[in-house]
């Protein structure tokens, strides 16, 4: 009998050369962070944790592109090969996975790509695909993508945010307006809302029906994906440098339509994720380790900069990488809050990096599998 995975968190970066694409980079949350319980995490900054697992030849600002999939990532770069590399992190081993092919390059580098079950959907302007993986590197060919007979009723670079339902099949999509929807989901002219996020609008997809339902002309809260805790019964992401919670609307199965549903309820966290706000803050990313357990993580400059002096940096600073793991629960009076025992703390010096004409981009992808 094969022993449980044990997961862990990989970080892909920028290489310092543009040329050398992006190292991925292995953390053992347990041994390789320490207890939390300073605000200053700067004095123990420190290398990464051993050499990287892969480097991995892509362009820069294509960090969105490597994508987790069961014990796989996926870098799915476009590549004249048409093939994508896969490291399984189960076995260590590396494979390769057939690419989807758009019309044209400036498409592809739009995709958006979202992992159910053992399929794994890329959508763009024109296509809607699917990839199954299930058999992949257990013996079996892998399939070829294959479009989706119903396409999404927006264009994906219009997502605000986007959920896997705890069911397992439907996957929620939320524009940034309802005008962003094309029919039969637009919002119909004249149509009023009085609260914020009138502008936003909701549907999922039914992987199996393959149909699309409207939700309702209101957005789920979060900035990016978000997921499913049980232990919560709630939606969970990242909005405004925040935890926010949400609750899950029902399912819709079948041919069954129950119309539009009202605005699910949602909570927003007491504490501010990000330590530093201004020109220190460079990014940062939110993921889930399962059993209400975040990391967070912030990149910031080594050094603190004015205005003026920010203008006149012809070179991109040095760079740390706060990453932080947390709990997180519901506190006196249904308030959601961060655990205060079992964090964990690190901060790593990043390599520095040359001036290849974007000074101050930086991609960070962070993934657990």
Not at 150 to 168: Q, R, T
Not at 290 to 303: A, N, Q, R
Request: hydrophobic share 35%.
């Amino acid at each position: 009998m094969s022993k449980p995975h044990q997961q862990h968190l990989y970080l892909v970066l920028d290489n310092p050369k543009p040329e050398e694409g992006y190292n991925v980079h292995k953390i053992d949350v347990t041994r390789d962070l320490d207890p939390d319980d300073t605000d200053d995490l700067d004095s123990s900054a420190r290398p990464l944790p051993g050499p990287p697992l892969i480097r991995v030849d892509a362009k820069h600002h294509r960090a969105k592109l490597f994508v987790a999939h069961g014990t796989k990532i996926l870098a799915m770069q476009r590549s004249p090969g048409r093939a994508a590399p896969a490291l399984d992190t189960r076995t260590m081993a590396i494979t390769a996975i057939p690419l989807p092919q758009p019309s044209n390059r400036q498409l592809y580098y739009r995709s958006a790509f979202v992992s159910v079950g053992d399929k794994l959907y890329s959508m763009d302007e024109r296509h809607f695909k699917v990839l199954c993986l299930g058999a992949f590197g257990g013996g079996g060919r892998c399939r070829s993508w294959r479009s989706v007979p119903s396409p999404p009723p927006f264009y994906p670079g219009h997502v605000a945010c986007y959920a896997v339902h705890p069911d397992g099949r439907t996957i929620f999509f939320s524009v940034y307006h309802g005008s962003h929807l094309e029919a039969p989901f637009a919002r119909p002219r004249g149509r009023v809302c009085s609260d914020d996020d009138y502008a936003g609008a909701t549907v999922s997809f039914d992987t199996e029906t393959l149909k699309w339902t409207l939700r309702g002309y209101w957005k789920l809260p979060f900035e990016g994906q978000a997921h499913y805790d049980a232990e919560l019964d709630a939606w969970v992401g990242l909005l405004k440098g925040r935890i926010c919670t949400c609750d899950v609307p029902p399912p819709i199965t079948g041919e069954e339509d129950a119309g539009e549903q009202p605005k699910p309820a949602q909570k927003l966290g007491e504490n501010q994720l990000f330590r530093h706000k201004g020109r220190r803050h460079r990014g940062g990313a939110l993921v889930y380790m399962g059993s209400s357990t975040f990391c967070v993580l912030e990149c910031v400059t080594k050094d603190e900069f004015t205005e003026e002096q920010w203008e006149k940096l012809r070179s991109p600073p040095p760079l740390l990488l706060y990453v932080r793991t947390f709990g997180l629960k519901y506190g006196k009076e249904g308030r959601l809050r961060m655990a205060s025992c079992g964090r964990r703390a690190a901060c790593y010096e990043l390599p520095e990096r040359t001036n290849d004409g974007e000074v101050f981009m930086f991609s960070l992808r962070a993934l657990w599998v």
